[in-house]
């Protein structure tokens, strides 16, 4: 091999070794019990809910799809793992992972947070400050939503755009892509449902614009479209009372001046009435248009394109409340390459999703076949019912004659 084609060689090997995808943090629930050994139970509650490693009551694969599911109604789960620290600076961020709701979820989160490197894990609750949270929220039907949240100086900032969550019981798979141009793009099941600016779509900066303080509407500003025409005046005859004594009243016969007062006519409604009077409405001659106050750039607007710079990324965790629990979280993954992520996507979710719907099908028709069935026994058992007691009415005439006697009497009263 010559000089030239060694470098060459190297320089091809270089680019693969730069391109190649960093996975910072991968979680498939692989390895039985030995998750335990990577996630971190918090101990800042002592009543936290449990985990349990199930693929659940259907899937496409009874290894592939176990997770960590909720197993404790109306708790608080808080777990976290840790990884190598990385700074996403100058490269895309994919959160990726699968939720799967297969117990009918009334209220519940079914969202990760990443946290910086230095949380303490055995002391994780809701308060940790967190760099990102990520994922589906569910409560009632007023709240199916995806959260996007990003802690930025301090503070921790919601997306303004809603993104609405699945709300099946199937497994989907969530995706959030930040990008270092300051965009994003929301992903489930490996389809895009949102993308944007961070800019944009949260409102981390104060506005570019404001409206001018030194600009004020000047004082002879005429804003007013119709004004009163001033040719229209009241008709003299216009004012008339709104109630009139009721001509038509009569002081009864037996009035007593002495006992009842003087008579006097009850009042009723005037039918000349017509209420105020107001002049005719015209076009104001002076009409400017509403006034607009004039924008000028915000000085306390500065841009900064770190926004999607997180320094210290280090753990994952779920932190999060549940009414029903059931909900298996699975196929956790933490990259820089949006084109792997979307690989193993559809490499883990993509390839059980489907062996998972066919599996619900099967057991849901099961399901209803058997209802029927018992509603058909039920139905039989009334029809086995009615025969016992055409044979007790045979052998019992006299009861049976009472109740002819109780129908008789009843009849009648039923056509009341
Ligand atoms: C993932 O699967 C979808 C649907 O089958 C396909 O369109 C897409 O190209 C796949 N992505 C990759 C990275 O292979």
Redesign the pocket.
Known sequence: MSKMQLLASVTVLLVAYCVQAKVYFREDFLDGDEWRSRWVDSKHKSDYGKWKLTAGDFYGDAEKDKGLQTSQDARFYASSARFEPFSNEGKSLVIQFTVKHEQKIDCGGGYVKVFPADLDQTAMHGDSSYYIMFGPDICGYSTKKVHVIFSYKGQNHLIKKEIKCMDDELSHLYTLILNPDQTYEVKID?KMVESGSLEEDWDFLPPKKIKDPEAKKPEDWDDRAKIDDPDDTKPEDWDKPENIPDPDAKKPDDWDEDMDGEWEPPMIPNPEYKGDWKPKQMDNPNYKGTWVHPEIDNPDYSPDLTIYKFDNIGVIGLDLWQVKSGTIFDNFLITDDV?EA??I??ETW?VTKEPERKMKQEQDDLKRKEEEEKNKEQDTHTEEDEDEDEGEEDNEDEEDDDEEEEEDDAKPKDEL
């Open positions: 490996n084109k979307e690989d996507g559809n993509g």
